[in-house]
């Protein structure tokens, strides 16, 4: 069987293209390509033949065929045809009749040959898991010689634990987790997508030393308040208004979830729990709020004040630029 094509090019015909009302011989070419595709189909030899005057192309197709190009076009010889580069092949799911890249040149000169995956390899490689960073974006219990403590990988590498507060960021590299946390070292843990487990050890590696290893496993998603909260993982800006008037902080997704107010400055943090956020503001006092996620608000008051007076309402205004550099902090913590 043999199926014409032009210099080291694919050719596979829409079987629509035999109804259309086409000259007899571009309906032979038709026919008979779609006859080819469906002997690759079966496993039948192919032989690819050049047109007049160029080398000949032989070879046996070892692909299949799930869907047909549909670049296709009359030419001058009478019969159809279309050009399929490599990524076309791919796209038609790693599954072509690629007959030119398995032909060998009947001048003697080396063809080159163009690797295209078989079907099952195709579906093996798109079915694949690929670590993506959100997969491990969570709280996880984290394990090593001298006890177990909660931390939390944010969205945008930031990386927090309420007991060991640095300036910590968490990159991904394939399936591999590096913790940069500040005075407390550098780590490196293998992430398991099936189970959202690690497996790693402090850097540098040290083989024999029984201190040196660290675990984690996840214990939940973040929260939609954490979310809201930590945007896209350097905090976020709110308006926040009280009797005296209105202005904007800080909420940062840092290593130790500092609160900032530019027109009132103090070192001050925020923490949560469930849906209930404590502000400590320095000198300013404490404040507790409850988050309504749905309306993007904050509604509370000075904690022990008289909510008629010291009331307080914040509401979202954007999300903060997760920075890649990390925040230190000189004060006690």
């Not at 038709?30 to 690759?40: N, W």
């Not at 640095?166 to 398991?192: C, I, M, N, Q, S």
């Not at 008289?306 to 509401?315: M, Y």
Request: proline residues 6%.
């Amino acid at each position: 069987l043999k199926l014409r094509v032009c210099p080291w090019s694919v050719f596979v015909l829409h079987p629509s293209l035999a109804a259309m009302p086409t000259p007899r011989r571009t309906r032979r070419a038709a026919a008979a390509s779609m006859l080819a595709a469906a002997a690759v189909f079966g496993g039948a030899e192919l032989f690819a033949v050049a047109p007049s005057g160029l080398p000949t192309l032989s070879g046996r197709s070892q692909f299949s065929v799930q869907a047909p190009l549909t670049d296709l076009r009359p030419t001058g010889s009478g019969s159809l045809g279309g050009s399929a580069s490599l990524g076309q092949l791919l796209g038609l799911g790693g599954a072509a009749a690629a007959l030119a890249a398995a032909a060998t040149r009947s001048d003697g000169k080396a063809n080159r040959r163009t690797r295209v995956p078989s079907p099952r390899t195709a579906r093996a490689a798109e079915g694949a898991a690929v670590t993506k960073p959100a997969d491990v974006v969570g709280w996880y219990d984290f394990k090593w010689s001298g006890g177990t403590f909660a931390v939390c990988f944010r969205p945008g590498g930031s990386f927090y634990c309420p007991k060991f507060q640095a300036p910590a960021r968490w990159h991904l590299k394939g399936d591999l987790v590096k913790v940069e946390w500040g005075t407390f070292g550098t780590y490196e843990l293998k992430f398991d997508a099936a189970s959202k487990t690690m497996d790693g050890h402090g850097m540098p590696k040290k083989e024999g030393n029984d201190k040196n290893w660290r675990k984690a496993s996840f214990l939940r998603e973040l929260s939609p308040v954490e979310n809201m909260l930590i945007g896209d993982g350097g905090g976020t800006e709110w308006n926040f208004e009280w009797s005296g008037g209105s202005f904007p902080v800080k909420f940062k997704a840092d290593g130790y979830n500092h609160f900032q107010c530019d027109e009132f400055p103090a070192h001050s943090h925020w923490t949560l729990d469930a849906d209930k956020l404590t502000i400590v503001w320095g000198e300013f006092g404490k404040y507790e709020m409850a988050v309504n996620v749905a309306e993007k608000s904050m509604d509370g008051c000075k904690v022990g004040g008289d909510p008629a007076t010291e009331w307080r309402k914040s509401q979202f205004k954007r999300n903060l630029r997760a920075s890649v550099v990390m925040e230190s902090c000189d004060q006690h913590h």
